[in-house]
Every structure is written in C-alpha cells, then in structure tokens.
C-alpha cells in the first residue's frame, strides 16, 4: 500500500505558474503509474496527465497539452505536475492517484491510490 500527499496548490493569476507534487510513502514509488486528475464544482473528475511506472512513458490531457508537464523523481518518490499559462478553466481540486504496476489509462476508475488534493484557484 502506498500513502500520497498531494500539495502545491495556490492562487494564481491566469497567466501564471504553479508546480503541484505528489510524494509517496509506504512503497518505492517507481512500480506505480501515477495519473493528475482534476474536479471543478459541479463536475465530474477529469484526467488530466499521467506517467507510467515503464520507463517514462507520459500521457496529457488535450485541454493541457503544451501547458502542463507530468515528470518524476523516484529516487525522492515525487511525482510533478508543472503547470504553465494557466487559465481560469484550470480552476479545481487536483488529485494524484497511483496503481501499481498499472497500465496508463486516463479513467479515474483505473486508479486506487489516491492523494487528499490541493486547490488550485486562477483568476482572471
């Protein structure tokens, strides 16, 4: 079992960048994939990045694509969520979540690890 802690949220004006983390404990991160996910009021959770435990194989939402970056240091057992040009719409609870040995798949429910989530609040 592993532990996360999601944190780096804040306010931002649009425009601007934020880098959220998510450190694990409990188990060495590396066998995990590890997904970002988002949730706005009044919607549903929606993928946003995610990296595999393979190598560094990396996947990104559309509606992110060119803005945010996934990365990861397993020797500190972090994952990274780089975010850049951030929009108002960017506006929600972020959430890391991870499974071992998963494959990288961009459904919530492909997940069983997950963090507590850091808001994230850019005006505009």
């Known amino acids: 079992q592993v532990q996360l802690v999601d944190s780096g949220g804040g306010l931002v004006q649009a425009g601007g960048s934020l880098r959220l983390s998510c450190a694990a404990s409990?188990?060495?991160?590396?066998?995990?994939?590890v997904g970002w996910f988002r949730q706005a009021p009044g919607k549903e959770r929606e993928f946003v990045a995610g990296?595999?435990?393979?190598?560094?194989?990396?996947l990104h939402a559309d509606s992110v694509k060119g803005r945010f970056t996934i990365s990861r240091d397993n020797d500190k057992n972090m994952v990274y969520l780089e975010m850049n040009s951030l929009k108002p719409e960017d506006t929600a609870v972020y959430y890391c979540?991870?499974?071992?040995?998963?494959?990288?798949?961009?459904?919530?429910?492909?997940?069983?690890?997950w963090g507590q989530g850091t808001q994230v609040t850019v005006s505009s």
């Open positions: 979540a991870a499974d071992q040995f998963g494959n990288l798949r961009p459904f919530p429910g492909a997940y069983v690890y």
């Open positions: 409990g188990r060495p991160f590396s066998s995990y994939t």
């Open positions: 990296i595999s435990w393979r190598g560094s194989g990396t």
